[in-house]
Nanobody
């Protein structure tokens, strides 16, 4: 079993920065991937960024590329999302997700079996 707990959300002014953390507990898997998704009010959950555990390859949605950075600290079992140049359109609940057997689909929510409860990020207009 895997548990994911997000932290670090909050209210930040446009143009500001915020770092989200996701602490993972439970089993370790060789072919895994971790990701951040977000869900805006009234919208479906959308992919933000992902990282492969095997080699650290990262993937980003076009909307955040160049502004967000995903990273992990294996020793701490923690995933991070460093967000910069935040915009009001980044306002959402951000979720951490874990895929125990990565097969190439890094952007599809259905590929991830485990999810955190989410953390709210608010960027006022």
């Amino acid at each position: 079993q895997v548990q994911l707990i997000e932290s670090g959300g909050g209210l930040v002014q446009a143009g500001g920065s915020l770092r989200l953390s996701c602490t993972k507990s439970g089993r370790t898997f060789e072919r895994s991937a971790m990701a951040w998704f977000r869900q805006k009010p009234g919208k479906e959950r959308e992919f933000v960024a992902a990282i492969k555990s095997s080699d650290g390859t990262t993937f980003y949605a076009d909307s955040v590329r160049g502004r967000f950075n995903i990273s992990k600290d294996s020793a701490k079992n923690t995933l991070y999302l460093q967000m910069s140049s935040l915009k009001p359109d980044d306002t959402a609940v951000y979720y951490c997700a874990f895929d125990s057997n990565y097969h190439g689909d890094f952007a599809g929510p259905r590929a991830y079996e485990y999810w955190g409860r989410g953390t709210q990020v608010t960027v006022p207009p």
